[in-house]
């Protein structure tokens, strides 16, 4: 085991990048990422004394202009310090949503949405203002039945500010330490509120990593409980049963691949094993969000991407997997878990999913499984939300969790 260490198609994407991309036959050669656009909004900015900062401190708040889709709710963006997978310092970014009739210490629930893409752009608190389809038919009407309740909601942009897509352990930091900020802010009136979290499918992978790091990373934090449905657990097993064959959305792949060597440019130089047409596809998708992604590489390959084909495994390529699988990671929640998938899921493979459910029932976890027999992973996500959401609220109320192990 590792220790201390999304949106359909994730099992494409995740294991593009490491059985495809990473190729071993070639000379080792400087790692040399493409990353994205410096994001114009001068306050998602990185302080220069960074260095000096805590996890989680506040850098910086905004009071944000009204959202129509959210008529009951303020709105504030929060910038803070965080970590990225190399231990390093970085600034990172969530949205707060508060009720217009908020109370004092009410609860804080951490809603980590699907975030597709590459660029700076397609961070959440950037799509909810450029009226982002996915995010306004999937998350809304949720988001607003929680804001009916009186929860304040934060929306963690937890790709961080390279949108490295594909690090799943990022972006469970990142959601913990917006919650360290958030409490922070004296205007939100947050700092003794109950916390919890909510995510499913690449979101639930954020979510699942921030309740397993949580008792070490940020141990102080009063969470009651965490949901996450759809959660890919193992990419490592994602990536040994994927072939080189090309697929419709390969674009999500490619997408992974570069978002992967952006937070281990070290260890996976992958933009060295291409050749001229994966770097010119490489080159259109470096701000792309999710539409961009998938047309720059439908039906492409790795095979036709790269250098080579070999698929001799690279030890260094399987480690970073390992470190973003939570199958894998040692680590287990504090807190009570709620979680759902389909034993149909074309996907993620549900067996990795069991087997962690099964190491979390063994280590005492108060853990609720519920399945659902949908053969399609968004579909799923629909199904379980309002089972989700009631727990959850179980969870504020102070009441005990119940348990299936």
């Avoid at 600034?91 to 009720?99: C, H």
Wanted: charged share 15%; with cysteine; glycine share 8%.
């Amino acid at each position: 085991m590792i220790r201390g260490s999304s949106r359909p198609a994730l099992r494409t994407a995740v294991g593009a990048v490491l059985a495809g991309l990473m190729l071993t036959s070639a000379a080792p050669a400087a790692p040399r990422p493409l990353y994205p656009t410096p994001d114009p909004d001068v306050f998602y900015a990185t302080p220069a004394d960074i260095d000096t900062k805590a996890a989680g401190q506040v850098l910086g708040v905004r009071e944000q202009p009204p959202l129509p889709y959210f008529p009951t709710a303020s709105v504030a963006l929060v910038k803070f310090r965080s970590t990225n997978s190399q231990g390093r310092p970085i600034a990172a970014t969530t949205t707060v949503l508060t009720p217009r009739d908020h109370s004092s210490n009410a609860p804080l629930l951490s809603y980590q949405h699907i975030i597709n893409g590459l660029g700076t752009r397609c961070a959440v608190s950037h799509a909810l203002y450029d009226y982002d389809p996915n995010l306004l038919y999937r998350a809304v009407p949720l988001l607003n039945t929680m804001l009916m309740r009186g929860w304040s909601v934060a929306l963690p942009d937890h790709l961080g500010p390279t949108a490295a897509y594909g690090a799943a352990r990022l972006g469970g930091m990142i959601t913990l330490d917006g919650l360290r900020a958030i409490r922070q802010v004296p205007s939100l009136g947050l700092a003794e509120s109950p916390l919890a979290m909510l995510g499913y499918s690449g979101g639930g992978m954020a979510t699942a990593w921030a309740a397993a790091l949580a008792p070490d990373y940020a141990p102080e934090l009063r969470l009651v409980g965490a949901a996450a449905g759809g959660v890919p657990t193992n990419i490592v097993a994602m990536a040994r049963a994927l072939g080189l064959s090309p697929h419709p959305m390969f674009g999500l792949a490619m997408a992974a691949a570069l978002g992967l060597e952006r937070e281990y440019p070290d260890r996976l130089p992958i933009s060295d094993q291409m050749n001229a047409a994966g770097l010119a596809v490489r080159e259109a998708m470096t701000d792309g969000c999710t539409l961009e992604l998938i047309g720059q590489g439908a039906m492409r390959s790795a095979a036709e991407l790269a250098t080579s084909t070999s698929l001799i495994d690279d030890p260094h390529v399987w480690e970073v997997g390992a470190e973003n699988s939570l199958e894998l990671f040692d680590g287990i929640p504090a807190i009570p878990i709620f979680e759902w998938h389909t034993p149909l899921d074309p996907l993620v493979p549900v067996d990795s999913i069991d087997r962690t459910n099964q190491r979390y029932c063994r280590a005492g976890v108060r853990l609720h499984s519920e399945l659902y027999p949908s053969p399609d992973h968004l579909a799923t996500a629909v199904m379980g939300f309002p089972s989700a959401v009631a727990w959850l609220d179980a969870r504020f109320r102070g009441e005990a969790a119940p348990s299936n192990c």
